[in-house]
């Protein structure tokens, strides 16, 4: 079962521009994690934000979180078109990673 | 890819026939992972391992075996593949929260 969903689904954007995702989730969390994957590539962890904060800095990257919605969004500013990837969404509870799970995705393309 | 080898990285065999793919770590990290990933459904969990011998059942585990005799080394097996276990699948260790992932073996049993 999908714990985490991404909105929209896929996002064009001119370099230069932010882009933002969102994510809803259905249950309780510990905490939520973004990952970014590039085409044929695994996973790489972005930023992990936990359940009593608000929102989270790393870079180019802003992540919120609304506990009381189960939403969070992903920013990324100033985008490059090295950040054209695939961003999910993965959702932690207590009891380990094993816990963890994954949303189908955010497809974002950044046109140079 | 945080020391994480996934062999092979393509794969394409025969309906029943079985199929091992090889997950190592040179991070002896205790916790490793085998996911799919499909279009539509995100990473879904196989199977994971706590432990050399210790492993567990993840979401989507049926048609699946593992085993994990040396904590570097972490085996997904399809004792008789279907077409419907066509697939890209991952290995990942934890270390606390993160998980670092290797790059997948895209899987096709025609």
């Known amino acids: 079962s999908q714990q985490g969903e991404e909105d929209p689904q896929a996002l064009s954007i001119q370099e230069g521009e932010n882009a933002t995702m969102n994510c809803s989730y259905k249950t309780s969390i510990n905490n939520l994690q973004w990952y970014r994957q590039n085409s044929g590539r695994g996973l790489v962890h972005l930023i992990l934000?936990?359940?009593?904060?608000r929102e989270k800095h790393s870079g180019r990257l802003r992540v919120t979180l609304d506990t009381s919605k189960k939403s969070s969004s992903l920013l990324i500013t100033a985008s490059r078109a090295a950040d054209t990837a695939s961003y999910f969404c993965?959702?932690?509870?207590?009891?380990?990673?094993?816990?963890?799970?994954f949303g189908t995705g955010t497809k974002l393309q950044v046109i140079p | 890819d945080a020391g994480i080898t996934q062999s092979p990285r393509h794969k394409v065999t025969e309906t029943g026939t079985p199929v091992t793919l090889r997950c190592h770590q040179t991070?002896?990290?205790?916790?490793m992972y085998w996911y799919r990933q499909d279009p539509g459904h995100g990473l879904r969990l196989i199977h994971y391992s706590y432990g050399v011998k210790d492993t567990d059942k993840g979401e989507v585990s049926d048609g699946y075996s593992v085993s994990r005799s040396k904590t570097e080394d972490f085996l997904l097996t399809l004792e008789s593949a279907t077409s419907s276990q066509t697939s890209v699948y991952f290995c990942a260790i934890s270390a606390g929260s993160e998980a670092f992932f290797g790059q997948g073996t895209r899987l096709t049993v025609v």
């Open positions: 991070e002896n990290h205790r916790y």
């Open positions: 993965a959702t932690g509870s207590s009891g380990g990673y094993q816990k963890v799970t």
């Open positions: 934000i936990r359940s009593n904060e």
